[in-house]
């Protein structure tokens, strides 16, 4: 329990401070085998110290005891054989030398005794050295006084009995003091041995508590760092709710507290860059981006077992709304729609905004009769009139709308039949359209040509045919409409239909256009310098009445050419007039200044009305060719020719009738005071090289200046 409470504590500190204690009980330990390691050395050490100081000195004195009392013996037993004293006189004093080095080395043998104990043996040899010496001297005595004989039969029964005592006492306590120091060395191996596995358990217990304790140490640090690891990674992965531990520890817990503010960073930053990516930050609702990605998800998931609705709706004039009353006018009003759309789309459908004006919306399981009844419910909703900053606004859209899977089987063809549909509405002006109502797809071989019109310009494949135009009054050809036809390598003549939708479609008729008003203005001034004066007209589109450079282009090409700007007439559809009223209107103007004629094409196809005619400064309206179809049989036909004619007139407009095929309807045309007539009736559309000697054989003279 202790020991857990001492772990638990241990790993709520702070890494530092377990490394600190770690290797402050490393460096305790660690002097710990140092300190007994030297302590049992310096026993080990005082001990061979005294071993040598004491037993060996004991040894040493008793064995020099033995050689000196065997050295006074040998003089002693000379003397005996030494009968003249002048002779025994040097061996007396080497005897005596002899002597005082024995009793020297058996005081010293008693001194250490006395330190040592006092021990017997040593007591009982220095009691025999005392009785040696006395029967030593005795017989030493005899030899002087009663002679050699007496002094030898002394030495043989007394002195060489102790002698032999002696040396056997003095041999003993070498004997016995070598056996000590054996035992000595014995116990100094023991005691060594003892030290030595002493050191090594201490040892060993400061190298496995090491062990123990930084394993400890490294599970305190390695789990926390191993889970922070694992946080790091659930976030990488884009767990952004995993749970973040806490962390024991300073560091530990800075590190966790770090990773969870990491964590709901990122998630805070991704939900906005998810926000940027998939919703429109105007409206609040789902971008481009988002919709077609939802979009994608549903047709793969639903294309065969459930019906739905794509549409896309546009306003109608935003630009001019954005001009007039500014941006933020603009911004707001696209708010409000949006507030609208919300109100009125259910959450099972999906609304989105696709970018400037234009909003889409997916409608699952609706058929075709409930998405009009939807598409019709959001126009009531949206036409209510919005006020923005004190200003009415009274918001048209236009709506088109495609089934899915009856109109396409890819979101790619069901999108932009859906913006067909959407621009059919508006040009019909009927609030909404179907895909249904537009004619199929192009075939592949169409698609081909749209992608060789480029290399086709490029390559000089495009010309111009010539439709005379007729003077009913007069019977002469006064004009022409150039026609722009394609004379393909591989598929010979190409009519404009095959191609000219497409171009529009596409947006390649803007480089169309230039390259045929440079080609007519230049044909027109050829047969103007001959003496042929004909009006030569030219289609402009919806793309090319918009185009900024169309008036400079038209001024550059009359001034290069030197043409009068009566001789080119540029025609205008309705649906190009409406698109853009306001610069529609100023780009007419500017033509019109130049001097150049200006014509509304097929007229009554669209919504233009006359009251916005007379505001433009056109020269003619061209009546559509379904009004002059069998005009001389029809009576509304009739009577919607004759009264464009009778209103044209009095607003001091040229009437040119198109279509006009059989003589029937040529004769009503001019019985009716039609001014200019146009068709097949006439002339089919001819080259240029053919169009002037058709118009000199037609007239039957050599070509006068036309008037």
Not at 5 to 26: C, D, P, T, V
Not at 260 to 278: F, G, Q, T
Request: glycine share 6%; aromatic share 6%.
């Amino acid at each position: 329990m202790i020991v857990s409470k001492g772990l638990a504590h241990i790993s709520e500190s702070s890494i530092r401070n377990r490394l600190i204690m770690a290797f402050a009980l490393m460096l305790v330990l660690l002097l710990a085998v140092s300190s007994v390691a030297l302590q049992r050395f310096n026993t080990l050490t005082t001990s061979i110290h005294q071993f040598v100081d004491q037993q060996a000195r004991i040894a040493f004195l008793a064995q020099r005891a033995n050689q000196h009392a065997q050295s006074a013996a040998l003089h002693l037993l000379r003397l005996l054989q030494t009968p003249d004293r002048e002779n025994r006189v040097p061996l007396y004093a080497a005897m005596d030398a002899a002597l005082a080095d024995s009793d020297a080395a058996i005081g010293g043998l008693e001194r250490a005794g006395l330190m040592d104990g006092g021990d017997n043996d040593i007591r009982h040899l220095v009691e025999l050295r005392q009785r040696y010496g006395e029967s030593f001297q005795e017989t030493v005595e005899l030899i002087e006084i009663e002679g050699l004989p007496k002094a030898r039969l002394h030495f043989d029964e007394k002195t060489d009995v102790l002698l032999r005592a002696l040396l056997a006492s003095t041999l003993g306590v070498a004997g016995q003091q070598q056996e000590r120091m054996q035992f000595e060395v014995e116990q100094l191996e023991a005691d060594a041995a003892r030290a030595r596995a002493f050191v090594i358990f201490l040892t060993m217990g400061a190298l496995l508590t090491g062990s123990v304790l930084a394993l400890l140490i490294a599970r305190s640090i390695v789990r926390p760092v191993h889970k922070a690891v694992a946080v790091a990674e659930a976030i990488a992965g884009g767990d952004y709710v995993c749970q973040v531990p806490t962390g024991r520890g300073p560091e530990m817990g800075a590190l966790m507290h770090a990773l969870d503010m990491m964590r709901e960073s990122i998630a805070s930053r991704e939900k906005h860059i998810l926000r940027l990516a998939y919703v429109d930050t105007l409206t609040e609702l789902p971008n481009r981006t988002r919709f077609m990605e939802l979009f994608t998800k549903a047709i793969d998931a639903e294309m065969e077992v459930v019906s739905g609705a794509l549409m896309l709706m546009d306003v109608d004039r935003f630009a001019a709304i954005n001009n007039a009353l500014g941006h933020g006018v603009g911004d707001r009003m696209l708010q409000e729609i949006a507030r609208r759309l919300r109100s009125v789309v259910p959450e099972s459908h999906l609304v989105a905004r696709l970018g400037g004006d234009e909003f889409a919306i997916l409608a699952r399981e609706l058929d075709k009769s409930a998405s009009g009844e939807f598409a019709q419910a959001m126009l009531n909703e949206l036409r209510a009139p919005m006020m923005l900053d004190g200003q009415r606004l009274d918001v048209e859209v236009s709506v088109g709308i495609v089934m899915f899977p009856a109109d396409g089987d890819s979101i790619t063809s069901l999108m932009r039949r859906a913006d067909l549909a959407m621009t059919l509405a508006k040009r019909r002006h009927d609030g909404f359209a179907f895909g249904s109502d537009i004619a199929s797809e192009a075939p592949h071989e169409q698609l081909a040509l749209i992608g060789e019109m480029r290399e086709a310009l490029a390559r000089d494949e495009f010309v111009a045919y010539y439709q005379p135009k007729q003077v009913l009054a007069s019977g002469r050809i006064k004009g022409a409409e150039a026609l722009l036809r394609w004379r393909h390598p591989e598929k010979g003549l190409v009519p404009p239909g095959r191609f000219i939708p497409f171009a529009e479609q596409t947006g390649f008729i803007r480089e169309i256009t230039p390259w045929l008003l440079q080609h007519v203005v230049r044909q027109t001034t050829a047969w103007y310098r001959s003496g042929l004066e004909i009006v030569t007209s030219v289609n402009l589109s919806t793309l090319d009445l918009a185009c900024p450079t169309l008036v400079p282009d038209v001024k550059r090409l009359l001034e290069e050419t030197g043409l009068p700007a009566r001789l080119l007439c540029l025609e205008i559809t309705e649906s190009a007039l409406m698109d853009d009223p306001e610069q529609a209107l100023r780009h007419l103007d500017e033509l019109a200044a130049l001097g150049v004629k200006l014509s509304i094409d097929d007229y009554g196809s669209g919504q233009a009305s006359l009251a916005y005619v007379q505001q433009l400064p056109v020269h003619e309206l061209k009546v559509d060719r379904a009004f002059v179809d069998k005009v001389d049989q029809r009576p509304k036909n009739a009577a919607i020719v004759r009264s464009t004619i009778l209103l044209c007139r009095e607003l001091g407009l040229t009437v040119v009738a198109e279509g006009a095929e059989t003589p029937e309807e040529l004769a009503w045309l001019a019985s009716n005071d039609c001014d200019v007539v146009q068709g097949y009736g006439i002339a089919r559309p001819m080259p240029a090289d053919e169009f002037a000697p058709w118009v000199i054989a037609r007239h039957g003279d050599t070509g006068h200046h036309q008037t």
